[in-house]
């Protein structure tokens, strides 16, 4: 199993800028897929973005392409989700996800192809 932790979560005003750090530990494998989803009160985790090795290759939902991007550092196992021109409707808990896969494209989106999860950090966007 693998373990996550997430930070860099906080209050940011609208058009403001944030990372999130998904930090892996634990088993590792050569072949990995880490995903970002949020949640707000009421309603389904939602799918952010998520990158994939050996090859980077990476995904985003529609509505934060442009302003958001993902990446990894190998050498400390660990995601970031890049968050820019932030919007209020961004307002939710951000959880990091992985799997010991190379995962699909279409298969990157879903939260139930991920078995590890992290205890998730609010982003706020408020004035």
């Known amino acids: 199993q693998v373990q996550l932790v997430e930070s860099g979560g906080g209050l940011v005003q609208p058009g403001g800028s944030l990372t999130l750090s998904c930090a892996a530990s634990?088993?590792?494998?050569?072949?990995?897929?880490m995903g970002w989803f949020r949640q707000t009160p009421g309603k389904e985790r939602e799918f952010v973005a998520a990158?994939?090795?050996?090859?980077?290759?990476?995904v985003r939902a529609d509505s934060v392409k442009g302003r958001f991007t993902v990446s990894r550092d190998k050498a400390k196992s660990t995601a970031y989700l890049q968050m820019n021109s932030l919007e209020s409707d961004d307002t939710a808990v951000y959880f990091c996800?992985?799997?010991?896969?190379?995962?699909?494209?279409?298969?990157?989106?879903?939260?139930?192809?991920?078995?590890?999860w992290g205890q998730g950090t609010q982003v706020t966007v408020s004035s």
């Open positions: 990158i994939r090795w050996p090859d980077s290759y990476t």
């Open positions: 634990g088993r590792t494998a050569s072949s990995y897929t």
């Open positions: 996800a992985a799997t010991a896969r190379r995962l699909i494209v279409s298969a990157m989106s879903s939260n139930v192809m991920y078995d590890s």
